[in-house]
T-cell receptor
């Protein structure tokens, strides 16, 4: 059984640029959630996708957007990057009726 | 408005002794509680959970206790081992809403 995988693992961008992060969910999981973890903080919920539809959103501006594909993989897009967007971005998948999330290793984004 | 608090940013425990990590929450509507463990350069890993209808759940060396009247959750690890050194996050759920995480406690096990 393949776990949650994310790419890229590290990347550096400059202010104003755009970034796309990718996530492959664990086999059998059809729900994908994205979290942002800033230094010294717990993960903060960005949004969740279920069957290709957004299914809940946290307190993040519209420049954070996402997609889920028919194979349940997902993308997180961030436009007009700001310095405060520097963080570890975590993708998590879950079973349709499960309450535990299974996380990938994360993508560490640095905005200069 | 921080709904989940882990007031100890760090904790050091001698190998073989008990580690106790604490978590407080504010909303009595939360009905499911989880602990995650995170090593550097890895994503959080699910450790143990408890439903609000229980007050204790045990899995090997790990036991989670829930005190609903005090809105307090704790994780006991006994005996503590060097591989337990990690950051531990508590997380709470209400129905099918998103997981809300605490800020984490860094546990260091001293050999």
């Amino acid at each position: 059984e393949t776990g949650v995988t994310q790419s890229p693992t590290h990347l550096i961008k400059t202010r104003g640029q755009q970034v796309t992060l990718r996530c492959s969910s664990q086999s059998g999981h059809n729900t994908v959630s994205w979290y942002q973890q800033a230094l010294g903080q717990g993960p903060q919920f960005i949004f969740q996708y279920y069957r290709e539809e957004e299914n809940g959103r946290g307190n993040f501006p519209p420049r954070f957007s996402g997609l889920q594909f028919p194979n349940y993989s997902s993308e997180l897009n961030v436009n007009a990057l700001e310095l405060d967007d520097s963080a570890l971005y975590l993708c998590a998948s879950s079973y349709p009726t499960g309450r535990e999330l299974f996380f990938g290793e994360g993508s560490r984004l640095t905005v200069l | 408005d921080q709904q989940v608090k882990q007031n100890s940013p760090s904790l050091s425990v001698q190998e073989g002794r008990i580690s106790i990590l604490n978590c407080d929450y504010t909303n009595s509507m939360f009905d499911y509680f989880l602990w995650y463990k995170k090593y550097p350069a890895e994503g959080p890993t699910f450790l143990i959970s408890i439903s609000s209808i229980k007050d204790k759940n045990e899995d090997g060396r790990f036991t989670v206790f829930l005190n609903k009247s005090a809105k307090h959750l704790s994780l006991h690890i006994v005996p503590s081992q060097p591989g337990d050194s990690a950051v531990y996050f508590c997380a709470v759920l209400r129905g099918n809403e998103k997981l809300t995480f605490g800020t984490g406690t860094r546990l260091t096990i001293i050999p």
